[in-house]
């Protein structure tokens, strides 16, 4: 969740390390600090909330070393305060980190016996202070983090710099991504490539148990054993990828607009539209024909990617299909079929339970397949198999078009699997990829209904609770949009199936609630319509998403309807994607919320 950033630069890095930050701030924060080196000593500024903040406490007092690291903070351990935030530092060594120590109250234990106390809340002033203790032992920078790093446990990833050495930086890795950067007479690490992308596309990418010793003239990885080994020097291209928020107000708005592109981007990598077949491009070491069960995991938006999958895969595929939130799945360790296939949902590609789902699966003998949008990421590494969204950057925390590339993707993968199963004829698929392929206009459209969305979104704005229901497909949707509107206006939501509401959740209702329900003219609207009015009769005020067909079927009562284009059924999941979305975004702009950055949240959940 954190950002970490770290130069051995030929002129002053301050400045250079704010604006790599910058480019981490989509993984949520709330204090960030920089520490240099001038005259052998370390200096540090630091800051609570933005890097605004930061950068206006450099500009009054400037550090001018020219080697470096930097720090966005998410609190796991301790307050939010500028005394919390990173690099922790002691007289000899700073220590920016990401993710959790584990054990760092025996740690301290450890340490108080030789009086070496703790000023801070954290769990990471325990690394520094260890690695001052074996200094002041006698042990050199090296020595002193190899013998640290053997006390540690937990997901996390560190960089370390010393006092009195102007060219030297060491990092390590356990479970949290970190990367080693290679310019023509300067050295980087950081968190992902996002944020060395200003400096340079040559990166290696640390491994478990990694850890690496930076110099002006290159870098020495050794691994968990201490013996040095090579990894990939790479070519990102994330460089070509760096974003900014063009004529909208908010990253978010902006991603919301680019999924007609982004769908269709993602649609041109698994369908021939010209032929209305899927194609895909990925070697499967799997054959979807002879899969007795699919098993999917995943986290928050999309683990609701993954059970919209399996309306999808179980309907259109006959496949069977277990969903799990993979916080649960890693600690229920299921029975697993040898040779099933496991199927892990992640934007990041470094979601922390998502990739220990992963490899207990690994682990039983199952096929290993990751839906990602960072094919550079851990669990890109670690599958078979990674099939990509392919949506670009996604700056704004709350997910928008990195769902409805997965979504797509999943589509398309339902398909797939049919065919292959000889469940969808070969005129089946080309309905169903038809349909797939008037996605972006019928997004489009969709995104024309932004007008009366604010509208809706000044009265929704006054709520205190709102209820979504769905049916069928339509109930993840449901609870995405639940999800949504929590995460950004921090209105309490709750996303039911629309059969439950007799079973408990009518009890809610009444001439204050706002009750939003998605549905679109199906097979399951009549039944869908027999809780609208059951609502109606006790004065919730209804918001019905849906089509023209359904808005000419429903009766009195709907206080609100907001008319999607008519798509076929299999893709109405993802175009009823757009009006929460906007629902939830304007909802928060009214409210004055931080739509990018929302409290409490980041966008790359990398510790437990």
């Known amino acids: ?40 000593q370390i200096g540090r500024r630091r800051a609570e909330g933005k890097l605004g903040n930061l950068a206006a406490k450099l500009s009054f007092e400037p550090l001018n070393g020219n080697i470096g690291i930097g ?23 700073a220590v920016v980190h990401n993710g959790i120590i584990e054990n760092f109250r025996e740690l301290l234990a450890d340490l108080a016996k030789d009086g070496y106390l703790p000023k801070t809340q954290t769990d990471t002033e325990s ?81 478990d148990g990694d850890w690496a010793v930076l110099t002006k003239n290159g870098v020495t990885i050794r691994d968990g054993s201490d013996a040095i080994v090579q990894r990939e020097m790479l070519v990102s291209a994330a460089s070509a990828l760096l974003v ?25 990598h698994y369908v021939d539209m010209s032929s209305d077949k899927v194609a895909l ?72 339970d998502t990739l220990a789902a992963l490899r207990y699966c690994a682990g039983q003998g199952q096929h290993i397949a990751s839906l990602l949008n960072s094919p550079e990421s851990t669990m890109a590494r670690e599958s078979q198999v990674v099939f990509p969204t392919l949506c ?48 972006p206009t019928a997004i489009s459209a969709a995104l024309a209904l932004e007008g009366q969305v604010e509208d809706i979104a ?20 449901a609870m995405e949009g639940a999800l949504k509107l929590k995460e950004l206006s921090y209105i309490h939501a709750e996303a039911y199936p629309a059969g439950e509401l007799k079973h408990g959740p009518i009890a809610l209702v009444d001439e204050l609630m706002p009750v939003i329900v998605v549905a679109p003219s199906d097979e399951l609207m009549a039944k869908t319509l027999s809780n609208m009015q059951e609502v109606a009769a006790r004065g919730g005020k209804i918001i019905l998403i849906t089509d023209e067909v359904g808005k000419q079927t429903v009766g009195e009562g709907v206080a609100e309807v907001l008319v999607l284009p008519k798509v076929a059924s299999f893709v109405a ?26 409290r409490n949240l980041a966008k790359s959940v990398t510790v437990e």
């Not at 990253?251 to 649609?267: R, W």
């Not at 304007?586 to 950055?597: E, I, K, N, Y």
């Open 573 to 598: 999941p993802i175009l009823a994607t757009i009006p929460v979305q906007l629902l939830a975004y304007h909802t928060a702009s009214f409210m004055g919320t931080d739509v990018d950055q929302p």
């Open 127 to 207: 690394v520094a202070l260890w690695v001052t203790r074996e200094i002041d032992r006698g042990l050199d920078p090296e020595m002193a983090v190899a013998r640290t790093l053997k006390e540690l446990r937990g997901a996390f990833a560190l960089a370390f710099m010393f006092k009195g050495e102007d060219a030297l930086l060491i990092a390590a890795r356990s479970g949290a991504p970190l990367a080693i950067g290679y310019g023509a007479t300067e050295m980087y690490l950081g968190s992902d490539a996002m944020a060395l992308a200003p400096f340079t596309s040559r990166l290696s990418y640390l491994l």
């Open 244 to 268: 900014d928020k063009g004529n909208h107000r908010h990253f978010m708005a902006k991603e919301i607009y680019e999924q007609p592109e982004t769908v269709s981007h993602t649609l041109s």
């Open 1 to 40: 969740m954190c950002g970490i950033v770290g130069i051995i630069g030929t002129e002053p890095v301050a400045p250079r390390l704010v604006d790599a930050l910058k480019r981490l701030e989509y993984r949520g924060y709330d204090s960030a600090g920089v520490a240099t080196l001038e005259g052998g």
């Open 71 to 93: 720090h966005t903070r998410w609190a796991t351990h301790g307050a939010p305060t500028e005394g919390n935030a990173h690099p922790h530092a002691t007289d000899k060594v």
């Open 392 to 439: 670009g950057p996604e700056i704004g925390v709350a997910s928008t078009k990195a769902f409805t590339a997965q979504l797509t993707a999943l589509a398309s993968l339902a398909v797939a699997a049919g065919v292959a199963r000889g469940t969808i004829s070969a005129q089946q698929e080309a309905e169903l990829v038809h349909s797939l392929t008037t996605l």
């Open 281 to 352: 491009r990925e070697a499967l070491p799997f054959d979807f024909a002879t899969l007795k069960r699919l098993t999917i995991s995943a986290c928050g938006t999309a683990s609701y990617a993954g059970i919209v999958a399996k309306y999808w895969f179980e309907r259109y595929a006959r496949l069977p299909v277990d969903v799990d939130v993979a916080s649960e799945f890693r600690y229920r360790e299921p029975p697993l079929e040898q040779g099933g296939l496991s199927l892990f949902i992640s934007q990041s590609g470094e979601t922390a």
């Open 458 to 477: 000044k009265r929704l704005s006054k709520a205190k609770d709102v209820l979504y229901l769905g049916r069928g497909q339509m109930y993840p949707i």
